[in-house]
């Protein structure tokens, strides 16, 4: 399979589609909008479960599942819920199959019909809800700080690999707490975990905001959450976090007796990222040779690839990298030691570069002469001859480096497309122009909103958190606004 | 909630499944048949499912993610798997809901019926192998070392809470190898890790063995297992791994170029343990106070309680606690100080004993005076006072010391629990008896198997792989055998 995949400025869209399979993360399966997830884009994923789940429990929660189906009639008990997930699903109604009349093939079986129809859950609010009438008395079982790592489905029409797809991995929080002040302080703990997490694991800039009431959370009070900008200038939503008010807990009857002897509702909040991330990460991050990826969500670190013509020099290389490699597993940096003989250096150089390895160290007789190393950046794309004398010093500086490099190339080209317009041809000339967010004043109507999306395709992304009040007039219909939001479009 | 459960002699069945609710493991559903994981619970499987995916990659597996759904003609490709598997099944018929006429409720919208009805995945080997076609082209290519972890379903009609649901997790490997050879080595590889896991993490003894023709996996040319056993003298099976052979190979038609250029089938392994552990673990250490936990499964070891009448007690207690606490904490000992005072001591120490903790410190103005700290065994409940030097010490040494008291109960137990018997009026008297494994001649045919059955309810729980040769007669028919077998009641 050729390594060579469309160059973004000729096709983004065909550039991300070929670099998702061709780099080994995902493909499609023969189930209609469900990937399979390769092992390379799986243990990516790993790596953003195990760090996202140890600051879950840094802040208090434990992890618990809850079942994959719902029965119908949950969805109905919170009114703006039904229509916000409870369409596009996919709907259990048999539980049997049997054997045809060919004797072959196998059909349902129509005697086993179920009762109720069973949802493959969209998101678990209301299987939630329904358990914690049981495991709510009083305020002494509170908080509720629960997390569950599951897959979800979702029937969407149009699926792309990672960004949209019928089944998605996800992890989703579900709390409940006896106060609104603390179930607010938990959304917007949580939005911040999200936020530390992409931009200082992930090396994502991201913009922490609350969503505007049409983009808002089926179910939700407020929506929090954190925007990415992607390279083709278009947003992606890459987390968010709900404060759900009482709605679930009136809608599941979910009381709880207060200090004061009061029978109360509870109080909710839900928050999730999902296997999107993968989306954000590859889009933020990679170029036209294929992934890059922040050292800390490489599955390999540093590659090393021995360059030889004879047996005898291959040990000799071999035994200089061991030196290097035993103390890589020390300081826990991940390595991988090519050395089969069935793939030329050129192609394991193409190979690694496709897959993002952040490091990828050459080493030849030569160097062995010489006491020295050859070192590739795969972010800057180049090359250093390095002293084997502290060149594990030096591979684990540059870890750092290449990580907050990638942080700031990325932070820099969002603040170069963040831009303010005051004017609504401003406003269209920059979404046609460079794009990115557009920084604009908007009278804090649905219906303009709406109608700026039907013009331009552009949505608000989100009202920042850290906007300043400033007194302006809207870009559309120049009635008075108090502050700027962020629009942009958006994946 | 009264913590008192039923006595293990008294029902012991009514003892499980009030011990899995009251220790707060895992209860029903509003789902039929689909269970929740309560936090408590899920944290002693994701103590499971650390070692074992640390083992999996240690014998070079890597994780990866295949579709929830399996499209219905999967199925009827692998012919004696479809009998297995695709019949107790949940099946997608529809991909959408309408709000209904009463404009409340919601129903199944007749046009959104699927072309192709969709399986929830019982088992995933007729996804994967359509994936892996594409993935095999060449001897290179192979082996694919690949696991999952994964929710299933199977429409049980009678569920028990983690022995028996629809709905459960698990992990199922499957590999894929150019040979015979490589792939039985696999399928026995995968046997040891799950013994050495049952008996080493987990302190459950368990025999190694194959199942009969019977009870083979559907679609497995040998299906290896571990089977343990229960303290009611009933065995549970704890783990599968199947050679399959090249059966889903030539299903799904996956063949791979050899090395001297022939086109050839690709042999397949796979291998499975779920929720059902938690099962087998609490009927393997429990007893009638509750919940008893291996350290290596316990999400909390060691439980402190203060006892204290007034503040000044629980600050000096406090103080000398923490000095234990900074210590455990270096050691990786999990602890819990419980110095709520809205309970009373006895009352949490009924708790922690429900709940399993390995061990219990209890400390109050008198152990201050002299230097002391009261240390329970969870294992044995008996008590020791003992001096504040050293104690951590100690405590570590008494968590190996209860992990290893526990595995070596289990094993004295079992051994007091297979019997050998030579007629099949002693067969029956032993298994209605003291029960436990029956090692038994059989005549190797199903039919005799059947029989057996139908006559005691006992089945071939495995083919022991170290039985030794002994010629004999079956029980049942008086014809030859060649070696004894292990019969027992089964869960």
Known sequence: ???????????????????????????????????????????????????????????????????????????????????????????????????????????????????????????????????????????????????????????????????????????????????????????????????????????????????????????????????????????????????????????????????????????????????????ALIMTHSDDNGLVLPPNLAPIQVVIVPIHKTDEQLEAIREEVKKITDRFKKLNISFKFDDRTSFKPGWKFAEYELKGVPVRIAVGPKDLENGTFEVARRDTLTKEVVSKDGIVEYIQDLLETIQANLYKKAYDYRAEHITEVNSFEEFKEVLEGKGGFISAHWDGTGETEEKIKDLTKATIRCIPIDRKEEEGICVLTGKPSKGRVLFAKAY
């Open 1 to 279: 399979m050729s390594k060579n995949i469309t160059k973004r400025s000729e096709d983004y869209s065909k550039w991300y589609n070929e670099l998702v399979v061709k780099a080994d993360l995902a493909e499609n399966s023969g189930v209609r909008g469900c990937m399979v997830i390769k092992p390379y884009g799986y243990a990516i994923w790993e790596k953003m479960q195990a760090e996202l789940d140890k600051k879950f429990k840094e802040t208090g929660h434990q992890n618990a599942y809850f079942p994959l189906f719902i029965p119908k009639s949950y969805f109905s008990k919170e009114a703006s819920h039904v229509d916000g997930f409870a369409k596009e699903c996919a709907v259990v109604t048999h539980y049997r199959l049997k054997t045809a009349e060919d004797g072959k093939t196998i059909e349902v079986d129509p005697d086993a019909k179920l009762e109720e129809e069973l949802i493959v859950r969209p998101t678990s609010e209301t299987i939630i809800w329904d358990t914690y009438r049981k495991w709510i008395e009083s305020y002494r079982d509170l908080p509720i700080l629960v997390n569950q790592w599951a897959n979800v489905v979702r029937w969407e029409m149009r699926t792309r690999l990672f960004l949209r797809t019928a089944e998605f991995l996800w992890q989703e929080g579900h709390t409940a707490h006896a106060t609104e002040k603390e179930a607010i302080a938990e959304a917007e703990q949580m939005l911040d975990v999200y936020a530390d997490f992409a931009e200082n694991f992930m090396a994502i800039p991201v913009v922490k905001g609350f969503k505007t009431e049409n983009e808002r959370f089926a179910g939700a009070i407020e929506t929090y959450c954190i925007e990415a900008l992607m390279q083709d200038g278009k947003a992606l939503q890459a987390g968010t976090s709900h404060f759900l008010g009482q709605n679930f807990a009136k809608a599941f009857d979910v009381k709880f007796t207060s200090q004061e002897g009061k029978q109360e509702h509870v109080w909710a909040t839900s928050w999730g990222v999902s296997t999107r991330l993968m989306g």
